[in-house]
């Protein structure tokens, strides 16, 4: 079955400072989801990535897909208050390519320091 | 736009009774909702997957005779935890998405705290 391992588990950044998480899979990425989640509530869907080489930006995230689809990066820069939270990647089960029956990694806790 | 909303947030229950968790699209139709589990400190896990109209597609591991879904429309799937155990505490969590294989993610509820006594 399909891994996702994402690392650091938790992070604790100074406000303002840049930051990564990253997301490795055990089996080639057919679709790739960032999503945020505050402790005890829903996901905030941040960015989907289905190309090897992607890039895609929203504010101050930028999320990156490798060539050979198997890792996936979080980039946030200059981070604030507002960006602490849980950050998940999610990926769609191999055998159920776009079907997004997802299988989730662990989780980066992000906290961010004043 | 694409809101889910997910009732209860929160439900406190004995045990041997039974719980329904609805999860609504607000604003879109959704051909397809989702249903994850997520323990503490810990991922979510894919439960099943409802197709509006159809049986519910059940992950490795889940008893769907404990686990009951109904997707009666295009808005709204529901989960009913049958017969519920302290064991099944935990935080459920519905998305919902508008069109399969398409460009579209899917869209998370809040989710519902269920704590079984």
């Known amino acids: 079955s399909q891994e996702l391992e994402q690392s650091p588990q938790s992070l604790i950044v100074q406000e303002g400072k840049n930051l990564t998480i990253n997301c490795t899979s055990s089996k080639t990425l057919y679709g790739l989801y960032w999503y945020k989640q505050k402790y005890g509530e829903g996901l905030i869907f941040l960015m989907m990535?289905?190309?090897?080489?992607e890039e895609k930006s929203h504010e101050k995230i930028t999320a990156k897909l490798d060539e050979k689809k198997q890792q996936s990066s979080l980039h946030i820069t200059a981070s604030q208050p507002s960006h602490a939270g849980i950050y998940l990647c999610?990926?769609?089960?191999?055998?159920?390519?776009?079907?997004?029956?997802?299988?989730f990694g662990q989780g980066t806790r992000l906290t961010i320091n004043p | 736009g694409a809101v889910v909303s997910q009732h209860p947030s929160w439900v406190i229950c004995k045990s041997g009774t039974s719980v329904k968790i609805e999860c609504r699209s607000l604003?879109?139709?959704?051909?397809?909702m989702f249903w994850y589990r997520q323990f503490p400190k810990q991922s979510l896990m894919l439960m099943a997957t409802s197709n509006e109209g159809s049986k519910a597609t059940y992950e490795q591991g889940v008893e769907k005779d404990k686990f009951l879904i109904n997707h009666a429309s295009l808005t709204l799937s529901t989960l009913t935890v049958t017969s519920a155990h302290p064991e099944d505490s935990s935080f459920y969590i519905c998305?919902?998405?508008?069109?399969?294989?398409?460009?579209?993610?899917?869209?998370f509820g809040d989710g519902t705290r269920l704590s079984i006594l």
């Open positions: 998305s919902a998405l508008q069109s399969l294989y398409s460009n579209q993610p899917q869209h």
């Open positions: 999610g990926a769609d089960k191999p055998r159920h390519p776009g079907a997004q029956k997802l299988v």
């Open positions: 990535l289905q190309k090897g080489g």
């Open positions: 604003d879109f139709q959704a051909t397809t």
